[in-house]
């Protein structure tokens, strides 16, 4: 019965696995999934909060506080990278897609090496005690390492969509990605609405980035493996669609688990655009949204 | 037309002719050795703006059709001793399908997707090809060039050379590309895709045409690589830089014409190689990267544009 030892481990790990993508896919669900801005830096930005966390750990700080210190300086930065794109593009009437695309892709490179830079390129990690032994549940066995920061996933998810759906601040940032005119006849600034919600984006890169950080050691050129993860994600939940977005999460992260375990982990960087190549190419409307 | 026409065959006569006595003419094969990487990257360039410039798709996956062209050169090289003409055609040819599948399964939808697809290629390959122990591997494997011809003074000179034919093609290709129909429909495509569609430009198969074009010299820029550097691993081969050079050396000449990406490539490559002479490699990547944010930035028409040699024509 070894071979169902094998498959449930490899289930409750891919489920684990799940949830920690779904917490790196949540600022890109925000940003590319409500307000149409293709920000392929968000990895990026995912891993720097990574790096972020490490720094105060080094200092002796336990890595979730880091990430709860580090929402203020992350939103500031969103707000900025924001300004920034707003003041290229949007004052020339629109953005143009291909250019964002373009100046985002740039941004994550000077992002990557500026961390490469400061951190060197070797791998970092940290260790807190809570991390380092298992949990076991009959056959199961569950590493704490992969547990905790499975956990963090879904509170964010839950606080960000109860913000998104119940408060008034998140309404206006779902009406300002549908209709920008009629919010800023109801007498709101759509620019500062969207800079709000571009902030808060970057802010979960840094719950992210201790989720990942905690997971396994990270280097700073460890984005480029989750964009085909996280942009698969908002993409196949259907843009916008958050708690969608953590079921999507939790298959792409059974299928990796079913496939490192029966075939060899170096396949499963390949699995997540392997998903999202059949999903553009058979649902493009995405699993969970709605047809347009 | 014509008379351009003919101005442009004189220059390439030109510069073939240039091409094959200057090794005769130059000593130092470092000049040939660094020479090659720039009529690489020209090559990239001119291959990446068909797709990217003419229609606006941009394809983040440069290194993805780069590295299968390497890959499958260094394969047939190696395993059938097949000449190099014949490894670069076929380069050329798996280039071209695999750009026709990769626009086939994401076209249809919009610009955002297949840029975010062809993110996903280079990744996809590169485990696929890290999973072929017949490939080497992630440990690589060696490849012993040809044995430069009577006409060649050393390989570093031949690699040149074949280089400068395969630039010289694809520059051609990318030209005629531009100013026949083909070109036309993509320009259509790129103004607005709606109304391009409606006055019955059949827009689909415009774009599949181009994917194919632009994988087809994006994966023959690869071939000579493995002869190049004697050595084909998959992280230099389907290098992160490539990727960036294809999109950064366009958007910085400007994606108009044929002429855009090659002043592009000509200076960014240059400057590059006197920068990974004297300075790290990473500055040389945070340096492409900042000019390619300014670029986009403050000058999207790039430098052709600046020059004002199109300020006549229609921006979309």
């Known amino acids: 019965m070894l071979s169902i030892d094998i498959l449930l481990n490899a289930i409750v790990t891919g489920i684990l696995l799940g949830s920690v993508y779904a917490s790196l896919a949540l600022g890109l669900g925000i940003t590319f999934g409500i307000l149409h801005i293709p920000n392929i830096a968000h990895p990026t930005l995912v891993v720097a909060g990574a790096f972020f966390v490490y720094t105060l750990a080094q200092w002796g700080l336990d890595p979730i506080v880091a990430a709860v210190i580090g929402l203020v300086p992350f939103y500031l930065l969103g707000v900025v990278l924001y300004a920034f794109y707003s003041a290229v593009f949007e004052r020339k009437g629109g953005a143009n897609v291909l250019q964002s695309l373009t100046l985002f892709f740039g941004l994550s490179l000077v992002i990557e090496i500026l961390l490469s830079l400061g951190f060197g390129s070797e791998l970092k990690s940290v260790s807190v005690s809570y991390i380092g032994s298992s949990l076991k549940l009959g056959v199961l066995t569950v590493p704490y390492r992969l547990l905790i920061p499975a956990l963090l996933a879904p509170v964010t998810i839950a606080a960000v969509w109860f913000y998104l759906s119940r408060t008034n601040s998140g309404t206006a940032i779902r009406a300002v990605a549908h209709e920008e005119r009629a ?30 950080i905690m997971v396994g050691p990270i280097e700073p050129f460890a ?19 958050i708690p969608g977005s953590l079921v999507i999460a939790i298959i792409i992260g059974i299928a990796e688990a079913l496939v ?21 190419a058979l649902r493009p409307q995405g699993l969970f949204g709605a047809a347009r | 037309m014509r008379k351009n026409s003919l101005v442009f065959l004189a220059g390439i006569v030109i510069v073939l002719a240039l091409g094959f006595l200057m090794p005769w003419l130059l000593r130092n094969p470092f000049y040939f050795f660094a020479g090659y990487v720039v009529l690489q990257y020209v090559t990239i360039a001119t291959g990446w703006n068909i797709l ?29 001793g097949l000449p190099l003409p014949l490894c670069i055609l076929a380069a050329a040819i798996v280039g071209a399908i695999l750009g026709v599948l990769m626009g086939y399964l994401t076209l249809r ?63 051609a290709l990318a030209r005629w590309v531009e100013i026949s129909w083909i070109g036309r429909g993509l320009r259509a495509v790129r103004a607005s895709e709606d109304a391009a569609e409606c006055s019955g430009v059949p827009t689909l198969r415009l774009k599949l045409v181009a994917c194919a074009l632009s994988g087809a010299v994006l994966a023959a820029a690869g071939a000579p690589y493995p002869f190049y550097t004697s050595f084909v691993e998959p992280v230099t081969a389907f290098s992160l830089i490539i990727g960036l050079n294809a999109i950064a050396m366009p958007l910085i000449g400007g994606t108009r014409t044929w002429v855009g990406p090659v002043i592009g490539a000509l200076l960014l490559a240059s400057v590059q190689q006197i920068a990974t002479v004297t300075i790290s490699s990473e500055l040389n990547i945070l340096f492409v990267g900042a000019v390619l944010i300014a670029f986009v930035a403050f000058a999207p028409g790039g430098i052709s544009d600046l020059f004002g040699r199109n300020k006549g024509r229609a921006r979309s």
């Open chain 2, 52 to 80: 990217g410039g003419y229609a606006g798709y941009i394809n983040f996956g440069a290194a993805g059709f780069f590295g299968a062209g390497v890959y499958l050169s260094a394969f047939l090289f190696t395993t059938f």
């Open chain 2, 109 to 171: 939808i919009q610009g955002v997707y297949f840029a975010i697809a062809t993110l996903g290629l280079v990744v996809v390959l590169e485990t696929i090809v890290h999973n072929i122990s017949g490939l080497g591997g992630a440990s690589g494997m060696a490849v012993y060039g040809p044995r430069p011809p009577a006409w060649s003074p050393g390989p570093s000179q031949y690699n040149f050379t074949v280089m400068l034919v395969i630039a010289v093609v694809s520059v």
């Open chain 1, 223 to 241: 984005g480029r493996y989750q964009i085909g993860r996280v942009f698969a994600i908002v993409v196949l939940a259907g843009m916008g669609s």
């Open chain 1, 183 to 212: 919010l800023s006849i109801a007498g709101l600034n759509p620019a500062s609405v969207k800079r709000h919600a571009f902030g808060i984006a970057t802010a979960t890169a840094v719950i992210a980035g201790a989720a990942l």
């Open chain 1, 260 to 280: 490192s375990s029966y075939l060899n982990p170096s396949w499963s960087p390949g699995v997540a655009f392997a998903i999202l190549l059949l999903g553009l």
